[in-house]
């Protein structure tokens, strides 16, 4: 489409850009003006005036010194024959692991998963161990 178009064409695209951007930040500049009345009734009423956004609250992330492959590492160092998922999912967090999961074992079968070659499976005893 701009290769097509005269460099005159193109100045009067420019313009007309400049122009609809001034009645943006005019209209803007109008509405910033209605909210600051808007504000100073709501305080004379004796409402509290909001300055800028509301702050958004996330949700807090437990903060833990290792992660839950160091801390699974731990607890099967300690238990050379081997844990089952929930037994293992107890023990990370009777060692102090903090986490929100609902469903903690699921996590801790996601870092095994994806952990294979330092943990094994016995599909015998369904237990896991360190390879």
Known sequence: MAKDMTVAQLERLLQKKRTNLDSLEQRRSRLQ??????????????GVVREGRKPRRGRKRP??????????????????????????????????????????????YQV???NQDKVAHDAKTKTYRLK
């Open 63 to 108: 903060k833990n010194t290792q992660t839950l492959l160091q801390a699974l590492s731990q607890v099967l160092t300690h238990n050379k024959k081997g844990l089952t998922l929930k037994e293992l999912a107890d023990k990370i967090l009777e060692g102090g692991y903090k986490t929100a999961s609902t469903k903690f074992q699921n996590t801790v």
């Open 112 to 114: 095994i998963y994806n």
């Open 33 to 46: 003006k209605k909210l600051k009345q808007l504000d100073s009734r709501i305080a004379l009423i004796g």
